[in-house]
């Protein structure tokens, strides 16, 4: 993805320190807005068609997004689908056993991942059994990270897929589109980048 604007970095307000908060952006909100025009253009013309771009269910969402942890898309597909026939609900891949587990996770690799993702399931459940309710995945972002396996990335890619919140999941590719279109500092900081990453995110279209 590549574009010829260059939009303009703010002043630091202290020598060798790059300037983000809350109340000082790194970045003009017009340039912001430029931004946000390209990545949805470019994304409305090249985006893949994934099956979990067409549901809004947590579980799932949190199942696709622990697959596709180090493994290629084109391996994640037919097994996300095959888990989610198998195991269609946190109650369900709650009752399997760890060895059932990971015998449908081979050839995934990483079988911590599956091994989370069933404590995981394991943790809802009992939870939602001592309180006398179905079993879902917790819609704030602490609460998610609060699960086994949970990390600040997949917290908030289930906010967004499931839920299109305002909430930015910052990976590896964000970095380098935001680096890029932004003009930012390679070496600007997590909590920097993900203020940036809030701010540059269109508002109700989290999900594109």
Partial sequence: MTFST????????DAGQVAGTATTPLVDPVDLAAVQAR???WYAANGRDL????????????VSEVMLQQTPVSRVV???EEWLRVWPDLES??????REVLLRWQGLGYNNRALRLHRCAVAVTGSATTAGTRARLPRTLDGLQALPGVGPYTARAVLVFAHNADVAAVDANVRRVLTHELGLPHDLGPKDLQTVADAALPRGRSRD
């Fill in 6 to 13: 260059s939009p303009r970095l703010r002043p630091s307000s």
């Fill in 39 to 41: 990545l949805l253009s």
């Fill in 51 to 62: 099956p979990w771009r067409h549901i809004a269910d947590p579980y799932a969402i949190l």
């Fill in 78 to 80: 037919p097994r996300y």
């Fill in 93 to 98: 891949l709650a009752a399997a056993s760890f």
